[in-house]
């Protein structure tokens, strides 16, 4: 167990919909990572949130955002949601924001139909 | 732009057998190099690391050396077992600014048979 709390474990919803998924980092972790899945484009890194504040974007859909709350759990929004968004979406946290070894949540399954 | 390779699974071996999963990257700078396992229906785990060249990150009787001169980071295992199945992701750490982003691998599934 990696201290990570992350839900729904799975989501099921339809196109066009919005969904939103949760992360909790671990105790002490000020830095929250949020990666993609899938299975034609592997594991890729969406966006980084340290203490509140947005740090590093990757491939991140202008669709998707997410936030970090004062209580430092995280949030990541999905809109317009298509059936190619279908894929895990995990949770790494991490101390700093400089951090280069992170740890993640057990994912959310995400399957638009 | 920095990137890693894995060889292709899966890999299928018998109980105590020698394993070696390779892993070759491309990066600017000096990354951190990193071995992820996946089990079945769970999240990812950090398995071992190595921050520095010639470094050997170990745990649970796996192995890595981080090798620059090669850029290859190789996860050996001496002896598997049935309970080793999973799939085992390798990851440098790609500096972005004043942060630091994951790029993996695509994933080298082991099958372990008894």
Redesign the interface.
Known sequence: D?G?T?TPKHLITATGQRVTLRCSPRSGDL?V?W?QQSLDQ??Q?LI?Y?NGEE??K?NILERFSAQQFPDLHSELNLSSLELGDSALY?C?SSVA???????????TRLTVT | GNSVTQMEGPVTLSEEAFLTINCTYTATGYPSLFWYVQYPGEGLQLLLKATKADDKGSNKGFEATYRKETTSFHLEKGSVQVSDSAVYFCALSSRMDSSYKLIFGSGTRLLVRP
């Not at chain 1, 924001?97 to 994912?107: D, I």
Request: proline letters at 4%.
């Open positions: 990696s990570v992350q830095s990572y990666y592997g594991l890194f980084q340290y740090r590093a990757g995990f790494a924001a400089s951090a280069s070894e992170q740890y993640f949540g057990p994912g």
